[in-house]
């Protein structure tokens, strides 16, 4: 079984900068891909940013410049640097990997329980 566990959500100004941490563990073999998602009130999910265990990076055009994803793989560990917020990035951010499991070597997507970034004066 996998688990992730998120933190870094928080209150913050409209021009401050907050960092997500998503840390996995459990009977992981490898990570091939993780991700972040948010979802603000109201509005369907949406890809944030994602990173490949080859450190290919993806962003959406709504944060480009602004977030930086990272990944740490000794540590099977993802970031999200996010700078220069606004309030429109305001919503709950879910993690979520995509896992190769031991010792079973099957593919696994999981989801974290989501933290809540809120920018506002």
């Known amino acids: 079984q996998v688990q992730l566990a998120e933190s870094g959500g928080g209150l913050v100004q409209p021009g401050g900068s907050l960092r997500l941490s998503c840390a996995a563990s459990?009977?992981?073999?490898?990570?091939?891909?993780m991700a972040w998602y948010r979802q603000a009130i109201g509005k369907q999910r949406e890809v944030v940013a994602k990173?490949?265990?080859?450190?290919?990076?993806i962003y959406a055009d709504s944060v480009k410049g602004r977030f930086t994803i990272s990944g740490d793989n000794a540590k099977n560990t993802v970031y999200l640097q996010m700078n220069s917020l606004k309030p429109e990035d305001t919503a709950a951010y879910y993690c979520?990997?995509?896992?190769?499991?031991?010792?079973?070597?099957?593919?696994?997507?999981?989801w974290g329980q989501g933290t809540l970034v809120t920018v506002s004066s």
């Open positions: 990173i490949t265990s080859r450190g290919s990076t």
């Open positions: 979520t990997i995509v896992a190769i499991t031991a010792p079973d070597y099957r593919y696994l997507e999981v």
């Open positions: 459990g009977s992981i073999f490898k990570i091939q891909a």
